[in-house]
């Protein structure tokens, strides 16, 4: 969703992925660029040039590798909640160039009305799976093998009574 509303605001959306098998999702989800963020050369083509990088991911990893991709007073900003920490990041590396790591959690009613009035306005839609209630013990399984792409969905027609 962070792609496709990036993209709908005209920003220059860069996607970055640990695997080569996604950059055709991103692309297609709208990213002007995809970056492997395992290929130090690609990572080092970038360095200093955001304002503002939206980390997704919930799962521990090197913040280091994404603030040095700042410029001067950019912002990481992480949603994903991983279950343990995160490594601390370099301190210089965030008082050398004012670079900030900041956290941010949905709005409230107001700010998640303006978002789905500006989805709607712009054809946006969460991609999902839909299952059946009975189907969730799999799902589950497949989500903790990192076998699903974006969100599952219970069909509440299947939900018993």
């Known amino acids: ?15 970055f992925t640990t695997s080569e098998s996604k950059r055709k999702d991103a692309e297609e989800l709208g990213a002007d660029e995809v970056v492997i963020s395992r290929d130090a050369e690609a990572m080092a083509a970038h360095a200093n040039s955001f304002d503002l990088i939206i980390n997704t991911v919930a799962a521990p990893h090197d913040l280091d590798a994404f603030t040095a991709l700042l410029k001067r007073d950019g912002t990481l900003t992480l949603v994903g909640v991983p279950a ?21 959690m ?14 709607a306005e712009h054809g946006i839609v969460a991609d999902i799976e839909m299952i059946r209630a009975d ?27």
Do not use: W
Request: contains cysteine; aromatic residues 8%; charged residues 20%.
């Open 1 to 15: 969703m962070g792609i496709k509303l990036a993209h709908a605001f005209k920003a220059h959306v860069v996607a």
């Open 84 to 104: 343990s920490p995160h490594p601390s990041p370099s301190i210089f590396n965030l008082v050398g160039k004012r670079r900030s790591i900041a956290g941010s």
């Open 106 to 119: 949905i709005g409230g009613i107001p700010e998640t009305q303006e978002m789905l009035d500006f989805c």
């Open 135 to 161: 189907q969730i013990n799999e799902a589950y399984e497949r989500m903790v093998q990192g076998d699903v792409k974006y969100r599952f969905v219970i069909d509440s027609a299947t939900l018993a009574a």
